[in-house]
C-alpha cells in the first residue's frame, strides 16, 4: 500500500426520511436514525420534528464509547 491510498473507506449512506428526520445506514445494514432534539429544537422553533438524536451525538458517543 502506498502513502497515496487511503487505510479504510466508510461505506454510509444518508436518506431523508421526513423533514429533518435522516436514517443512515452502513455497509453491513445497521441503520440509525437522527434529527434535532432538545434546545435545538426550541432555538429554531421546530416542536412539530420528533425528537432525535443529533448527528453530532452519534459521534460523541463513538468517541467516547
Known sequence: MSDQEPLYIARARVDKVDGLHRR???ED???VDFGVHGPIKAHY???SQPNL????????????G
Open 53 to 64: 438524536p443529533l448527528p453530532v451525538d452519534y459521534l460523541v458517543a463513538a468517541a467516547a
Open 29 to 31: 445494514g445497521t441503520a
Open 24 to 26: 443512515g445506514t452502513l
Open 45 to 47: 422553533g421546530l416542536d
